[in-house]
């Protein structure tokens, strides 16, 4: 068993061999194996995916963005598949801070 406490800041980032699929509105958006699973203090595990491996259109930039000292900058994006639209529900870091 895992515990959220117990992961390190800064995050831990670790490969991954799993076989990562996203479906949204019934839809598969993302399909995967070359994931990697992010782990920090208080976060419940995140998987990051690359975009190269995203369905073409299904990430529109949305506005607005963030900064986390460990990761960097981020860049939002409104995730769409069919008729259902998920806003601000995917992000990157196109340029992560080192480490």
Known sequence: MESVWDYPRPPRIEPTEEHIQVFLGGQL???????????????????????????????????????C???????????????????RAAWTYPDPVPG
């Not at 194996?33 to 975009?51: C, D, K, Q």
């Not at 460990?70 to 806003?87: H, I, L, P």
Request: glycine letters at 6%; proline letters at 9%; charged letters at 20%.
């Open 69 to 87: 000292e460990y990761k960097g900058q981020d860049s939002y994006f409104d995730v769409v598949a069919g008729n259902t639209r998920a806003g």
């Open 29 to 67: 958006i993302a399909d995967t194996t070359s994931a990697v699973r992010v782990l920090e203090t208080s976060h419940p595990p995140v998987y990051y995916i690359p975009l190269e491996d995203f369905a073409p259109d299904c990430l529109i930039p949305a506005s607005g963005s963030s900064w």
